[in-house]
């Protein structure tokens, strides 16, 4: 069994910046490869970005350039800085894990 748990969400301002923690515990060797998405009401879940082997392999479209993320695999932790913040980014993010989803932290960008 697999546990994630994202926290961090929260009211930024556009052209702000916010960092979110993925804390994964539960039956895992390492963690190798998680992504973080976003969903906002009716519509269809979105990739933020891939991570795996200490770097970003693949990034989404609408955050190209602005994001960073980083991993303590120690402390099984990742974390997803979003840069540049706008209103677009307002969205519950998720973190996932061997198809193992978290609950979300919501982010709102508003003016």
């Known amino acids: 069994q697999v546990q994630l748990v994202e926290s961090g969400g929260g009211l930024v301002q556009p052209g702000g910046s916010l960092r979110l923690s993925c804390a994964v515990s539960?039956?895992?060797?390492?963690?190798?490869?998680v992504g973080w998405y976003r969903q906002t009401p009716g519509k269809q879940r979105e990739l933020v970005a891939l991570?795996?082997?200490?770097?970003?392999?693949r990034e989404g479209d609408s955050v190209k350039g602005r994001v960073t993320i980083s991993g303590d695999n120690a402390k099984n932790m990742v974390y997803l800085q979003l840069n540049d913040l706008n209103p677009e980014d307002t969205a519950a993010y998720y973190c996932?894990?061997?198809?193992?989803w978290g609950q979300g932290t919501q982010v709102t960008v508003y003016s």
């Open positions: 996932n894990y061997a198809n193992h």
């Open positions: 539960g039956d895992i060797i390492s963690i190798y490869t």
């Open positions: 991570w795996g082997s200490g770097h970003i392999v």
